[in-house]
């Protein structure tokens, strides 16, 4: 399997293990990743949902670029609704969701990371969301709650230049709440200390935080349209050739 459920008492740890890929996140994978949040979010005897990469050089380094490059419209939007679909999860199931990032969360990664309640970084860990220079826009929620956990400015800038960031200053701009080694220790800790505490204040305590219009829907429609430009097209096939593109604007 390509991703593992731990339980310790009422905390779950839901590992992606796909090394030999960074950790990155093929249909398959995300599909099982999908299934298995849905499972937690539905289990009484869970209180609280760590997400974490398996070894030490990634959380998830992105999703899979040469799976993309095929994709027509209809079928990315598809790939889009999947990855919302499994982001929605762990944004507005009735638990704390803690991303422990152990390395490279890019991407999809990012944005996974992202929808967790709490994300923890390892000294070692770069984040970022660097779809731009695939010719296309983060599509599992990235341009929405970057901005709403940065700031849009800070959100804008890290999303047109599809830069990363290392952890001192993911800290210093609000992606991370804090810099822990061993950052798995310090997620489980916080876990095991959320799920002391009321389930029922805890759940409505999430559900009134994360309670703001957005535009979830509009990216993931958006993010299937772009790929039907030549421009999407050239980045992702520029990718998998391990070339630089040439963008045309269209």
Not at 24 to 50: K, P, Y
Not at 190 to 211: D, Q, W, Y
Request: proline fraction near 3%; glycine fraction near 12%; aromatic fraction near 4%.
């Amino acid at each position: 399997m390509s991703v593992e459920v731990a339980r310790d008492r009422a905390v779950a740890v839901v590992t992606i293990d796909r090394q030999d890929a960074l950790n990155a996140l093929n249909v398959e994978t995300l599909t099982d990743l999908r299934d298995r949040l849905r499972e937690l979010s539905i289990d009484n005897g869970v209180r609280a949902v760590v997400l974490t990469g398996a070894g030490e050089k990634a959380f998830v380094a992105g999703a899979d670029i040469k799976y993309m490059s095929g994709l027509e419209p209809d079928a990315a939007k598809g790939w889009g609704g999947l990855g919302h679909e499994t982001g929605r999860l762990l944004e507005t199931m009735a638990k704390p969701t803690i991303a422990a990032i152990n390395g490279f969360a890019l991407g999809g990664g990012c944005e996974l990371a992202l929808a967790c309640d709490i994300r923890y970084a390892s000294r070692r860990a770069k984040l970022g969301q660097p779809e731009i220079n695939l010719g296309i826009v983060p599509g599992w929620g990235g341009t929405q709650r970057l901005a709403r956990v940065c700031g849009i400015g800070v959100a804008k800038e890290l999303i047109f230049t599809g830069r990363t960031v290392d952890a001192e200053e993911a800290l210093r701009i609000g992606l991370v709440s804090a810099i822990a080694d061993p950052v798995l220790d310090k997620a489980v800790e916080t876990a095991h200390e959320l799920a002391g505490k009321s389930s029922l204040a805890l759940a409505l305590a999430k559900r009134l935080v994360n309670m703001s219009p957005g535009a979830l829907d509009t990216e993931a429609d958006e993010f299937g349209e772009l790929f039907s430009s030549a421009d999407a097209q050239e980045g992702l096939t520029a990718f998998a050739e391990k070339r630089a593109p040439k963008f045309l604007g269209r």
